[in-house]
């Protein structure tokens, strides 16, 4: 496989310029560039597209992109750090908001996130170390409809097994895809977990019974300097669940509610206002997920990868 990391970096630099000024710009300050500017680190741009490793072995191609953030590790520094990143996020958000139109969204999240548990009252302890409690085939509904729309171009549909490839033509007789299983994050969201499902980019050609062949694993599904483009799933539910009230002590509020309803029985319940919130970032999150990965894609295609 022909990987030439020079054609990425260049397209990377072009990026810079494209994403500024817009929602997109959230994505620079996940990884490429630091939201707090410790020790000048951001200055020199090339040194930090350097930290780039792109490995290939086997048809498995990985990557791992982890710059210095300049911090050192000290908490009051780290503390500005998310801060500003927060602030970022929001700003993004905003932009987001008022440049989209709201329709889609209010069509494909008409759903409850969550479910209510009735327990015995001595069982409460036990059941909610497993919360929230996920609406999961909601959920993985929402997730296919944003598959759906903001990644539209992978327009032909292939199950293998437990996993579904969402496909497209890439050059000559390839394909490119993103392989999509939902079991890891069922599991999860079983256990209370809120993260992103889990997708992989691959390469390949189809035979004549159009079965795999020659495929490619290409790594996670997304631009390797600006993935993650927004806080993950799992970051974002522990920015607006854990609090800190003491310079030593945190304090972790899942939501979840009680009601009791008599007879020993008590209700477990989240508010779907809480919800709506998760339900939007998402929506966000697979938005700058779509913009930035077909940049990377774009990319590829002048890689020439199977010359």
């Known amino acids: 496989m022909n990987y030439n990391i020079d054609i990425l970096k260049e397209d990377t630099l072009k990026l810079i310029e494209k994403y500024k000024n817009t929602y997109l710009e959230r994505s ?3 990884f490429l560039l630091s939201p707090v500017n410790m020790n000048n680190i951001n200055d020199d741009i090339l040194k930090r597209l350097d930290y780039l490793d792109i490995s290939y072995d086997d048809n498995n191609l990985s990557y791992n992109y982890t710059p210095t953030d300049g911090t050192n590790g000290e ?3 780290l503390k500005k750090l998310t801060e500003a990143e927060i602030e970022i996020e929001n700003s993004s958000k905003e932009k987001f908001w008022t440049s989209i139109e709201n329709n889609l969204y209010e069509e494909i999240s008409n759903f409850n996130c969550f479910e209510d548990k009735i327990v015995k009252e001595e069982d409460v302890y036990k059941v909610c170390l497993n919360d929230p409690f996920y609406n999961i085939e909601g959920w993985i509904n929402y997730y296919n409809h944003l598959l759906d729309t903001k990644l539209g171009s992978f327009e032909k549909i292939l199950q293998n097994g437990k996993t579904q490839i969402r496909y497209k033509h890439f050059q000559k007789d390839y394909f490119i895809g993103i392989e999509v299983n939902y ?18 980019l691959i390469v390949f050609k189809l035979n004549e019974k159009f079965k795999l062949k020659e495929k490619s694993n290409l790594g996670i599904f997304g631009h390797p300097y600006f993935h993650q483009p927004a ?13 800190q009230v003491s310079p030593i002590e945190w304090v972790i509020n899942r939501g979840t509610d009680r009601e009791f309803i008599g007879n020993g029985m008590i209700r477990l319940y989240n508010s ?7 339900k939007r970032h998402a929506f966000y999150y697979f938005d700058m997920l779509s913009k930035t990965s077909n940049d990377y894609i774009d990319s590829l295609i002048k890689m020439n990868l199977f010359e």
């Open 272 to 278: 779907e206002k809480f919800g709506e919130d998760l």
């Open 183 to 200: 079991g890891k994050t069922i599991k999860e969201m079983k256990h209370g977990d809120w993260e992103a499902p889990y997708f992989n």
């Open 75 to 77: 908490p009051e520094i």
């Open 28 to 30: 620079l300050y996940s």
């Open 231 to 243: 806080y993950n799933f799992g970051g974002y539910f522990a920015i607006k669940t854990v609090n």
